[in-house]
């Protein structure tokens, strides 16, 4: 019998956090009824500093079914490390757990996929959208723009995949040996390698409540994305330096041609134009070394990552977390 973990990291969703918990109780208890996971399987909610009623409604949870255990940061450390703590914590105690967002736009019926998939032998098994029809325009056209320069810049990524997985034990603890602070799982899981497998599903709509990533932090998380894994832009950079610097000899060149030939002009239009361009690439170019720059400096502070502040589980599952807190 294999032990599964549901990890979900919650900010202030205490709308959805009835009818999630709802329909994963009913998800769980199938797949133990048909003998796939053990009783013991668990969901565990991470309340990443919820300022609403969350982390009183996974404790209240918790006591009316063991099923529902929490994890309490102590403040908002942000998705990808709430997502992480949870996994961290589960890989002690699980044989695999399986990460998704708690708003059920992950389709919660393609976990008896996966798990079928983790019981043929793979490792990793990524959620994949196999189409955004719920989706604005806007929206699907910067995501599929955004995965497709992530790759062409390096980054491998599972294309239109978010972080709705299913990770062994065995990846988790290939997870837990990388250490960096500027964390971007979808970037990250790919390096663990392993047996990998794919399942694609129809994400819905947000069920209640308000998106937690509007425009400006989609745009966030995409720059933290491309620099924590790819150094092409830096490179890019340079090639555009050096492609620049010969356009400038040329330039020279035509310069002094035309002064000693005697067609001289004025030049105020181009020389403005240069100014303003090379000026500009000049911010751009100093921006993005500046990104790189940043994330070295936070990397070399070696901050945690996230402090657990609770976690409420059975007896043995605290115990074992209890042990490994005081290592």
């Excluded at 325009?137 to 995949?161: M, P």
Aim: glycine content about 8%; aromatic content about 10%; hydrophobic content about 40%.
């Amino acid at each position: 019998m294999n032990r599964l973990f549901c990890v979900i990291p919650c900010y202030n969703e205490q709308e959805v956090l009835p009818e999630t918990s709802r329909r994963l109780r009913e998800k769980m208890e199938s797949l133990i009824r048909s003998g796939k996971i053990s009783e013991d399987s668990r969901v565990v909610y991470v309340n990443d500093g919820s300022r609403d009623n969350t982390w009183n409604m996974i404790q209240e949870l918790h006591r009316e079914n063991p099923l529902f255990q929490g994890i309490n940061l102590s403040k908002n450390m942000g998705h990808q490390n709430a997502l992480l703590a949870g996994l961290l914590t589960a890989k002690d105690v699980c044989d695999a757990a399986i990460s998704m967002d708690a708003d059920l736009q992950d389709d919660i019926n393609a976990i008896d996929e996966m798990v079928d998939k983790f019981l043929e032998g793979a490792d990793v098994v990524y959620g994949v959208r196999s189409k955004r029809t719920t989706d604005t325009f806007f929206k699907r056209f910067t995501a599929e723009s955004y995965y497709k320069l992530v790759n062409a810049l390096g980054a491998k990524t599972v294309y239109n995949h978010a972080d709705f997985r299913l990770m062994s034990r065995r990846a988790l603890l290939g997870l837990a040996e990388f250490g960096e602070v500027n964390l971007f799982l979808r970037g990250i899981v790919p390096m663990v390698g392993y047996n990998t497998e794919i399942v694609y599903y129809e994400r819905a709509e947000r069920f209640a409540g308000e998106s937690k990533y509007p425009l400006k932090k989609m745009l966030s998380f995409a720059v933290e994305g491309i620099t924590s894994l790819s150094t092409k832009p830096i490179k890019m950079i340079t090639g555009l330096g050096i492609f620049i610097f010969f356009v400038s000899i040329l330039v020279l060149i035509y310069s002094l041609v035309r002064y000693f030939t005697g067609h001289t002009i004025t030049g105020w239009t181009t020389t403005v134009i240069s100014v303003w361009a090379i000026g500009g690439l000049m911010m751009i170019s100093l921006g993005v070394i500046g990104e790189y720059v940043g994330k070295i400096y936070l990397e070399t502070k070696n901050r945690p990552r996230f402090i657990i502040e609770s976690y409420i589980a059975d007896e043995k599952d605290e115990a074992i977390f209890k042990d490994n807190e005081h290592r």
